[in-house]
């Protein structure tokens, strides 16, 4: 897990278990409160903490948090595609199965769980090759939007995956999300091929290749 402050230069690498699971917690709260009208909030602020907190922990992922003050205002998530993301999951199956049993009750919620887990680390039958690196998440509260710190965490994640040699990854955006989607686009990503996740919606892959130069060190 990496944490910039307000100009993107990165403080520190933490994998202190106080710092990590205090990150997760504000990164589960960021995701519910600003990705709501996806289905993973449905599943509640634990499960995305477990969630975030796997990814946090595991080497072929990202975890970016920004920090003003002290306090987590924006992240990202992203991980290299070398290995299937439910195994990142998997690493901590107890964890994440007690997070997820207030779900299990619901028999639509078990519907979605069961769909993403199939659309989780495959290419969702696409006729189209695509990059098996992927940024997952990102959000930024509202009271820092339109100051760059999207922009920040967005290029914090390509200079990441460069480093990884990643050369270009995909996005999957809910066709609902328009700020989300134009924002992609003004990154440079560019729209691949549209599916249909969970019923009733439709979701946007987008394509975006690393620039060259990031990979590169000094």
Avoid: W
């Avoid at 990150?23 to 289905?39: D, E, S, T």
């Avoid at 924002?183 to 996740?197: P, S």
Wanted: charged residues 20%; hydrophobic residues 45%.
């Amino acid at each position: 897990m990496l944490l910039s402050d307000a100009q993107g230069i990165f403080l520190r690498a933490t994998k202190d278990h106080t710092d990590l699971c205090r990150v997760c917690a504000a990164v589960a709260n960021l995701h519910a409160a600003n990705i709501n009208q996806g289905f993973l909030p449905s599943l509640g602020t634990r499960f995305l903490y477990e969630l975030y907190r796997c990814i946090g922990e595991h080497p072929e992922c990202f975890l970016i948090a920004e920090e003003h003050d002290g306090e987590v205002m924006g992240f990202i998530a992203g991980t290299t595609g070398k290995r299937p993301l439910r195994s990142v999951l998997l690493r901590h199956p107890f964890r994440v199965f007690t997070a997820l049993l207030p779900s299990l009750t619901n028999r639509h919620r078990i519907a979605g769980i069961l769909a993403v887990a199939r659309h989780v680390g495959t290419d969702h039958q696409s006729t189209k090759i695509l990059p098996r690196a992927e940024l997952l998440s990102m959000a930024v509260d509202v009271k820092l939007r339109g100051q760059g710190c999207a922009e920040r965490l967005f290029k914090a994640l390509e200079v990441q995956l460069g480093r990884a040699n990643v050369s270009a990854f995909r996005i999957v955006a809910g066709s609902s999300l328009t700020a989300a989607c134009r924002f992609y686009g003004k990154m440079g990503a560019t729209e691949v091929e549209r599916f249909q996740l969970h019923k009733g919606g439709v979701s946007i892959v987008f394509q975006k290749v690393v620039p060259t130069y990031i990979g590169v060190q000094a």
